[in-house]
């Protein structure tokens, strides 16, 4: 079974922090996603990275980064966290590009206050 | 503008009916299609996939897709209280290999 975990389930941060969203998965996976998610508006897409040091952009990049030196490991980076950062962020593996199935971690529920 | 449609819902079904879910996708050159279930508070997990037009069976579940227009289906066949949550449909494109999702359609079955 595909596991893909997420370091947190719930974080609380304040305003103008630094704050690190990491993500593992344990099947060799290319491709791995960040999502955010907020009610009624659905799934968007943050930054994706087809493999090792690569990254794309998403929907909403805007105040995140990220970071995949290791093949296993994709993480978020919020440079100065704020209260509209507040929300689910969804990490997701999949083997590769157009092939199959994402893979979703449990989430991070992050609250910004 | 790619876009994948959904209606919100609620979709209030009794128990033991059949559910049906419908999604709409813009994208005419679309290859795959997901459907996921999604509890509150819980991530997305894959109920089902389908690439070929027609449908596709897996336990109480079929998937339906018809790519002239544009349009799948989830059936949930003998629902039950248990499948009561958010489906997500995804829809992947032949230029970009992202999934493009839907909002999410709320089904609730009642007892």
């Known amino acids: 079974d595909v596991k893909v975990t997420q370091s947190s389930r719930y974080l609380v941060k304040r305003t103008g922090e630094k704050v690190f969203l990491e993500c593992v998965q344990d099947?060799?996976?290319?491709?791995m996603f960040w999502y955010r998610q907020d009610p009624g508006l659905g799934l968007r897409l943050i930054y994706f990275?087809?493999?090792?040091?690569?990254?794309e952009k998403g929907d909403i990049p805007e105040g995140y980064s990220v970071s995949r030196e290791k093949k296993e490991r994709f993480s978020l980076i919020l440079e100065s966290a704020s209260t509209n950062q507040t929300s689910m962020y969804l990490c997701?593996?999949?083997?590769?590009?157009?092939?199959?199935?994402?893979?979703f971690g449990p989430g991070t529920r992050l609250t910004v206050t | 503008q790619k876009e994948v449609e959904q209606n919100s819902g609620p979709l209030s079904v009794p128990e033991g009916a059949i559910a049906s879910l419908n999604c709409t996708y813009s994208?005419?050159?679309?290859?795959?299609f997901f459907w996921y279930r999604q509890y509150s508070g819980k991530s997305p997990e894959l109920i089902m996939s389908?690439?070929s037009n027609g449908d596709k069976e897996d336990g109480r579940f079929t998937a339906q897709l018809n790519k002239a227009s544009q349009y799948v289906s989830l059936l949930i066949r003998d629902s039950q209280p248990s499948d009561s949550a958010t489906y997500l449909c995804a829809v992947e494109g032949d230029s970009n290999y992202q999934l493009i999702w839907g909002a999410g359609t709320k089904l609730i079955i009642k007892p």
């Open positions: 997701a593996s999949r083997i590769r590009v157009g092939m199959g199935e994402q893979y």
């Open positions: 389908i690439y």
């Open positions: 990275s087809y493999d090792v040091k690569m990254k």
């Open positions: 099947m060799d996976h290319e491709n």
């Open positions: 994208d005419r050159g679309s290859q795959s």
